[in-house]
């Protein structure tokens, strides 16, 4: 019997998905081998400092808030102490960081609702620390996966980047990505696979000039072969 035209389409758009779950697959499999030591890089304790470090990580590079935090940490054990610091204070602590007004604004009511809402421990799932002050679907997920180790994958602007880069998602805002991510590899991954889209888009598949001819996955990525074409065609 003949297959009609729409179990043909069906078969070809599952043969389509197949086959991008299996170059999902190969290009976390070879980053991971790249970059085997992969991991969060901001300083933490517990997981009051890493949602702190996380909220002041935004628009913020990692070693600013590590210096920062370095500086922070040793005088506040939990939220009782940041309260106790007050606006001025926190701000005092933290202006070396981008936007240290409004974070101060935001980590001081964290820790408010995490006293009054939850004894004075941060959270450990998403709905109760999205609701807290400042902290979104990215920073929840940084600290669900890094402070409790609950499968989750944060998109940032580097898995942004690499993830479109390497075709892996099309999808127009963050949590769209992160779900598109999410469904190409097995739950298990999705911590390692954050911290290693991160390294690999810090160290070869930087922003302005990627170095594609270095790239382990230069053989799996649409953007690489077009620049590298690009780049035979116009040689610097
Ligand atoms: S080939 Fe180039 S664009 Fe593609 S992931 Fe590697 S560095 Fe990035």
Redesign the pocket.
């Known amino acids: 019997m003949e297959s009609s035209a729409s179990e043909k389409a069906g078969g070809s758009a599952r043969g389509r998905r197949e086959a991008l779950v299996r170059r999902a697959v190969r290009i976390l499999d070879r980053l991971e081998a790249t970059f085997p030591d992969a991991r969060c890089a901001l300083d933490f304790t517990t997981p009051y400092e890493l949602l702190l470090a996380t909220i002041l990580s935004a628009q913020c590079t990692d070693e600013r808030v590590n210096i920062v935090t370095g500086r922070l940490f040793p005088s506040v054990s939990g939220p009782k102490d940041v309260v106790a610091m007050g606006q001025a204070g926190l701000e005092a602590a933290i202006r070396d960081v981008g936007l240290f007004r409004s974070k101060a604004k935001s980590i001081l009511e964290a820790s408010i609702r995490i006293l009054r809402d939850h004894e004075g421990r941060v959270p450990s799932d998403r709905a109760s620390l999205e609701a807290l002050p400042g902290v979104g679907p990215k920073t929840a997920s940084v600290v669900l996966s890094n402070a409790f180790g609950v499968p989750a994958l944060a998109v940032d602007t580097h898995v942004f980047r ?1 993830s479109h ?2 075709a892996l998602s099309e999808a127009r805002t963050p949590e769209k990505t992160s779900e598109d991510l999410r469904s190409l590899w097995p739950e298990s991954r999705w911590i390692q696979a954050h911290h290693t889209l991160i390294f690999h888009g810090r160290q ?2 930087h922003a302005r000039n ?3 001819v270095r ?1 382990p ?2 053989d799996a ?1 649409p ?2 072969r077009v ?1 590298i074409r690009k780049a035979a065609h116009h040689p610097a």
Do not use: Q, T
Request: contains cysteine; proline residues 7%.
């Open positions: 690499v880069r390497l070869i598949c990627p170095e594609c790239c996955v230069l990525c953007e690489g620049r």
